[in-house]
């Protein structure tokens, strides 16, 4: 990363997860709210670490269609603060590398990995993943949750991707799906205000996979199922507000709440939802 100057969509996503409410001091406030500050292990952090939609389900229901086993080489790209990496190495015995772009979102995924006792198994890599930092054919399973949304170049992503897998490795992830009725300034609205850019529909989606070399593409329409998950995610970052204006003022938190309502609203609308992909290298 060093050397390189920063694109705008690069800097929209610093920005974006600078004012985000889940950050590892929020993961650990409320962790101790919950049990204090005692020794904690990767389960202490699970229901407060998993920022993506559906929790350990969804992280579980990646894994299996990547076939993840405990000689599973793994990587996590666009990791965050690492929830669903620890929860892969703790419960199916895995090694995963995680790829992030924040430098204070990586920093927060060792540190919460070293906390818990995970580092033989999990670690962490600042990255660009239009251009990952590994030789050809290094991993078995390659998984991301919502975290494409805010690459511009998604073939990029995808052929990168299908590099690093070894031959017979499985992609998996999830991302947010432009339905028909998402109009122009709605995308130019999420792209300038949550850094979502060049949202893709399940079918560009499996064209894109196609493109980059992929068989056995299957895409799954999880818009429904997000619904409910969404309410409660919006209900949940209001109920953050006390430790998000102490983070981060009263006027970022306004700005948050009012953006993520619109995106939820999208949702509702039927304007926006989710997907889930897989596919064989």
Request: glycine share 8%; proline share 1%.
């Given at each position: 990363m060093e050397g390189r100057a920063l694109q705008p969509t690069a800097m929209r996503i610093l920005d974006f997860y600078d004012r985000h409410p889940i950050s590892e001091s929020q993961v650990l406030d409320a962790v101790r709210r919950a049990r204090g500050d005692e020794t904690l292990t990767a389960d202490d952090l699970y229901p407060f670490d998993q920022d993506h939609y559906g929790g350990l389900g969804a992280v579980d229901a990646l894994a299996r269609r990547a076939g993840i086993t405990p000689a599973s080489r793994v990587l996590d790209v666009g990791a965050g603060l690492g929830g669903p990496a620890r929860f892969l190495a703790s419960r199916r015995g895995c090694r995963v590398v995680g790829v992030e772009l924040h430098p204070d979102r990586a920093a927060g995924m060792e540190r919460l990995t070293r906390r818990?006792?995970?580092?033989?198994?999990?670690?962490?890599?600042?990255?660009?993943?239009?251009?990952?930092?590994?030789?050809?054919?290094?991993?078995?399973?390659?998984?991301?949750?919502?975290?494409?949304?805010?690459?511009a170049d998604k073939a990029a992503v995808l052929a990168e991707a299908r590099r690093v897998l070894l031959p017979g490795g499985?992609?998996?992830?999830?991302?947010?799906?432009?339905?028909?009725?998402?109009?122009?300034?709605?995308?130019?609205?999420?792209?300038?205000?949550?850094?979502?850019?060049?949202?893709?529909?399940?079918?560009?989606?499996?064209?894109?996979?196609?493109?980059?070399?992929?068989?056995?593409?299957?895409?799954?329409?999880?818009?429904?199922?997000?619904?409910?998950?969404?309410?409660?995610?919006?209900?949940?970052?209001?109920?953050?507000?006390?430790?998000?204006?102490?983070?981060?003022?009263?006027?970022?938190y306004r700005e948050y709440d009012a953006l993520y309502a619109f995106f939820v609203g999208l949702v509702e609308a039927g304007k926006l939802g989710g997907g889930r992909f897989s596919a064989t290298r």
């Open positions: 818990v006792g995970l580092r033989h198994a999990v670690s962490v890599v600042r990255a660009d993943a239009t251009a990952l930092p590994f030789g050809a054919a290094r991993f078995d399973a390659c998984l991301s949750q919502e975290a494409l949304l805010h690459v499985r992609l998996a992830f999830s991302d947010w799906i432009a339905h028909s009725g998402l109009g122009d300034l709605e995308r130019a609205r999420l792209a300038d205000w949550m850094a979502a850019v060049t949202l893709q529909s399940l079918d560009g989606y499996r064209a894109l996979l196609g493109r980059a070399g992929f068989r056995g593409v299957e895409a799954e329409d999880l818009t429904d199922e997000w619904r409910a998950i969404l309410r409660e995610r919006l209900a949940m970052y209001r109920a953050l507000r006390e430790d998000t204006v102490r983070r981060l003022g009263e006027a970022r």
